[in-house]
């Protein structure tokens, strides 16, 4: 079978990515309207539970499952871990309109989560099939899908929920997932390295058997993965909750959408600029602005008294923080040997749910004492904490003979 283009490949996982996260975002940043409006939870105390419930067991199911179907796609294929993917959560997701209460909302939740990771499962097949030299320019491309689907998402589930309501939100869901899939039947896993899987011995030592043969260079990675998905995801489940403060009940899904969409726009061009200035510029040239920014973003959001002034402070957000993912993606791919990388991207991925697990917790917190504006100005300072820390992670992982010394 000819080997096919890694810009095919390319192409049919843009596509991939934009009608499921389309899909995605039809649904997910309206789950706190849902359970408020459907299920009647109105108690600010316990909607902050609901929703950190909702958001934590999601991000838990992900952790979990994402480090198997890393290993499984070493073994067998990116390919058949995408299919999968696709198609089962396209059954699972429509289900969640049926569930009677936030229990089995979870449940559901759960369920689709742990069969889902088709981004990671994407970011594998380019980091495998695409060549070095172009490897940030991919992974830049690609994240123009997420946020490009997500923009759409935002848009079409905003109006159907505004105008018709949630179930048919759930439906389109589920039928964008399936073309998808439908796309992933275009591409082909032929890594430009294929180097087979070595069976290592495994020594008596308990960590060596609990845990993966990693470089400690690819630790340091997995380490910035967790920070960044708790830094990242703090404010997420309550952008509708603040919009709904700024605007009024009636309108919060219709406004969030629209605010979202524009918010979109600007991350697909962050996207495709970051992913160049990845394979050109330092990390940390890039990480210094990106992060200050951000936090400045994130004040700016708590601060707001009225939709527009957060609407600017979103799309701020989102031209500077966009840069994030590309650059933590091109740093992991340089350090990871072609024979891991389906492996390592999985962790990464679970990594940065751990983080996002730690963040359901911690933002539900947070609005139950400081309200949900609080959540924004703690998800700032979040930021400038974790600025040093990513710098002097991507040093550590970028200079590996600081840790051979640390073997001698």
Sequence with gaps: MPRVSWKVNLAA????????????????????????NEFGVTDPGQLALAVSSFNFFGTMAYAIFNPIWGVLADRFGVKPMLLRGTFLTAVLFPLMAYTPNVFWLVVVRFLSA?????????QTMIARNTPDEYQGFAQGVLSTAIWGGAMLGYVVGGLMIHYFNYKVAFWFCGILYILGGIAVLFTRDN?????????????????????????QAVWVMLWLFLLMG?????????????????????????????????????????GVCSGYLADRCTPVKM????????????????????LWVFAAGRVLLYIAAGGLQP?????????????????????????????????????????????????????????????????????????????HRAHH
């Design 230 to 270: 708790l830094v990242r995801g703090f404010e997420v489940g309550y952008i509708a909750l603040r919009v709904e403060e700024l605007t009024d009940p009636k309108t919060a899904a219709l406004w969030t959408g629209v605010v979202s969409a524009v918010v979109c726009g600007a991350a697909i061009a962050s």
């Design 327 to 403: 650059l933590l993606q091109k740093i992991l791919s340089s350090v990871t040997p072609a024979r891991k990388r389906g492996a390592v991207f999985g962790f990464a991925s679970s990594s940065s749910c751990l983080g996002s697990m730690a963040a359901a917790v911690f933002s539900g917190i947070a609005m139950t004492a400081f309200g949900v504006s609080g959540v924004f100005y703690i998800g700032g300072i979040l930021f400038i904490i974790g600025l040093p820390l990513l710098i002097h992670g991507i040093m550590l992982a970028t200079r590996p003979f600081v840790f």
């Design 13 to 36: 996982l843009w596509f991939s990515q934009l009608v499921i996260l389309a899909g995605f975002q039809a649904l997910i940043p309206f789950i706190p309207l849902f359970i408020k």
């Design 114 to 122: 742990g069969c889902a990771g088709t981004t990671a499962a994407s």
């Design 287 to 306: 990480l210094i602005p990106v992060m200050l920014i951000s936090a400045f973003s994130l004040l700016l959001q708590g601060w707001a008294d009225n």
């Design 191 to 215: 890594p430009i390295r294929n180097i087979p899987v070595k069976h290592h011995r495994i020594s008596n030592g308990f960590w060596e058997k609990l845990l993966p043969r990693f470089t």
